[in-house]
């Protein structure tokens, strides 16, 4: 549920600065930078939500080298799910356009990711994301070698740059074989 939330803060801060096509200024950023607690002062209100969950959000920007925010927590003081959030936060950021930037590869951003194990994420953390995610996810519409279009409908754990995938038809009823 924390890792849901862990943005909800967001509908706190004004939508110019969420939505402005130019890198912020640095009041907008400490703007921005108030989201985790403002996201844990409202679900912390409900009793509904686990006290668990609203730590995520509130530390899901914390680094275990005490470089994030809001407060500069560093590792001991970080919630687990707030560091497996902070990883997928991270990465699903980097793989998403931006107004100020574009997405970057798969690759950068697996490379990012494990450059900053030891000192921005957990180390296992990490290691475990890595060993599950998939550069192409099943569902994924690949051009293979030949020049064939294919659907990714299986990720092999041993060899995840190798899926297994249906190569497409030529009838729009049903696009690719069985």
Do not use: W
């Not at 994030?68 to 990465?91: C, M, N, Q």
């Amino acid at each position: 549920i924390g890792a849901l939330l862990h943005d909800v803060g967001k509908i706190h801060i004004e939508k110019s600065i969420l939505d402005k096509p130019d890198k912020l200024t640095e009041e907008e950023f400490e703007e921005v930078k108030k989201h985790p607690l403002c996201g844990y002062e409202t679900l912390i209100q409900n009793d509904e939500i686990n006290p668990e969950a609203a730590l995520v959000a509130l530390q899901h920007h914390e680094r275990l080298d005490g470089t994030g925010y809001p407060k500069g927590s560093k590792e001991g003081d970080i919630g687990d799910f707030a560091k497996i959030t902070a990883v997928s936060d991270t990465y699903d950021a980097l793989l998403a356009d931006r107004v100020y930037r574009k997405a970057v590869s798969f690759d950068e951003a697996v490379d990012i990711i494990r450059d900053g194990r030891k000192t921005k994420f957990d180390e296992s953390i990490v290691e475990a994301f890595l060993e599950n995610v998939a550069k192409y996810p099943a569902g994924t519409i690949v051009r293979l070698n030949n020049g064939l279009l294919a659907m990714v409908v299986q990720v092999k754990r041993e060899a995840p740059d190798r899926p297994i995938v249906r190569l497409q038809r030529k009838t729009p009823e049903d696009p690719f074989e069985e």
